[in-house]
Antibody, heavy 125, light 108 residues
Framework: QVQLVQSGAEVKKPGASVKVSCKAS????????ISWVRQAPGQGLEWMGW????????NYAQKLQGRVTMTTDTSTSTAYMELRSLRSDDTAVYYC??????????????????WGQGTLVTVSS | SYVLTQPPSVSVAPGKTARITCGGN??????VHWYQQKPGQAPVLVIY???DRPSGIPERFSGSNSGNTATLTISRVEAGDEADYYC???????????FGGGTQLTVL
């Protein structure tokens, strides 16, 4: 079955970087994109960006531009998300999700299915 | 940027019908997707393309979208439906995904 398995929890100090991995299985990795979504404690879902596993093209949320980098390794069907210059408000559960992206005459749409199990990143001094 | 508005909470008695709304400017012109998130778990897609159900999602879950409001309808609500629900669209002008703020569904 289609599955995304993420790396384990991380504790980082302010100013450090974190890199979270997301290993895909059960489908052709390069036929879909991978999106990253985070959720701060008690808060809603925040879209961070996405990467095409086909050609490596990326699109990041404006709020995170310059601090986030998304990459893929097609040889291992693994996606990565690196966030730099960590602050306390980056403390969150980080999810990867497979992106179903459809281009229609009236415009594009995309949804996320399935999701990884989540990775808790805690930023604390 | 595009904004989606959801009520923070909805309550419903078991066996009744729950309706969770998602408001946005001319949202009827976009495709809306819905996710269910239970405490401590990752979100799960329950509706895509306004009204399509992924395999494994009960027929009790349905969706509609028109004008400025999209609606997730859960019929014959069960205790196990208690969760947070999020709507989501793709904003083609920015190539960004947008989530609503989420609605906590309480089964009384």
């Amino acid at each position: 079955q289609v599955q995304l398995v993420q790396s384990g929890a991380e504790v980082k100090k302010p100013g450090a970087s974190v890199k979270v991995s997301c290993k895909a299985s059960g489908y052709t990795f390069t036929s879909y994109g991978i999106s990253w979504v985070r959720q701060a404690p008690g808060q809603g879902l925040e879209w961070m960006g996405w990467i095409s596993a086909y050609n490596g093209n990326t699109n990041y949320a404006q709020k995170l531009q310059g601090r986030v980098t998304m990459t893929t390794d097609t040889s291992t069907s693994t996606a990565y998300m690196e966030l730099r210059s960590l602050r306390s408000d980056d403390t969150a559960v980080y999810y990867c999700a497979r992106v179903d992206f459809i281009t229609m005459v009236q415009g594009a749409t995309a949804w996320f299915d399935p999701w990884g199990q989540g990775t808790l990143v805690t930023v604390s001094s | 940027s595009y904004v989606l508005t959801q009520p923070p909470s909805v309550s419903v008695a078991p066996g009744k019908t729950a309706r969770i709304t998602c408001g946005g400017n001319n949202i009827g012109s976009k495709s809306v997707h819905w996710y269910q998130q239970k405490p401590g778990q990752a979100p799960v897609l329950v509706i895509y393309y306004d009204s399509d159900r992924p395999s494994g999602i009960p027929e009790r879950f349905s969706g509609s979208n028109s004008g400025n409001t999209a609606t997730l309808t859960i019929s014959r609500v069960e205790a196990g439906d208690e969760a947070d629900y999020y709507c989501q669209v793709w904003d083609s002008s920015s190539d960004h995904a947008v989530f609503g703020g989420g609605t906590q569904l309480t089964v009384l």
